[in-house]
């Protein structure tokens, strides 16, 4: 079923294997995540990320505890994220 993986698998660093240096980690983000039905990869803080502004650092992982007003302003203060 389309739902049950995210829509953004295809540009997603995380998932395909370039962010994690353990692939064990990056397993169990997909498990929990990417692959795991709509409630929880639309609850992924990289994708939320991704929503609000059009993409996601490199930083911010699908649990991140930040919020996403967090996560922009850390963005901007990085100079990843010109608005
Ligand atoms: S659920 Fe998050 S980490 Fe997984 S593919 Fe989607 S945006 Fe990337």
Request: charged share 30%; aromatic share 8%; net charge positive.
């Amino acid at each position: 079923m389309e739902s049950e993986i995210c829509s953004k698998v295809g540009k997603c660093p995380l998932f395909n294997g370039h962010l994690l240096k353990r692939s064990g980690s990056e397993e169990s983000y997909k498990n929990l995540f990417c692959r795991a039905g709509k409630e929880k990869w639309s609850s992924c803080m990289r994708y939320q990320t991704s929503e609000k502004v059009g993409m996601c650092a490199d930083w911010i992982l699908p649990n991140s505890s930040l919020t996403i007003e967090q996560i922009v302003q850390k963005m901007k203060e990085k100079g990843e994220l010109v608005v």
